[in-house]
């Protein structure tokens, strides 16, 4: 490890140390489905992300891709009963 990288690495660190922190705090909140799904939906925010902050271009086959994701994650996540937890 440099020197140059500290600053880059205890950033890292700390966004990791505030994911999980709002993870167990959200597990109060909402059942294990609803906080599993949407954590595990990170990538597809860093595409969407990109796509409107970086400028980046998505092909319309990523971007049926994407919408179907999206689709298919919120219908687990609201189709899901409260009590299988």
Partial sequence: MTQANIVPITVRM???SFSIVVT???LR???NTTVTMVNQ???MFVVLLA???LGERLALRQF???VLA????T???LGGDNESD
């Fill in 14 to 16: 700390l966004q990791v």
């Fill in 24 to 26: 167990y705090y959200a």
């Fill in 29 to 31: 909140f909402f059942s």
């Fill in 41 to 43: 939906m990170a990538p």
């Fill in 51 to 53: 796509y409107f902050m």
């Fill in 64 to 66: 049926l891709v994407l």
């Fill in 70 to 73: 999206l689709v298919s994650v």
């Fill in 75 to 77: 219908f687990v996540i």
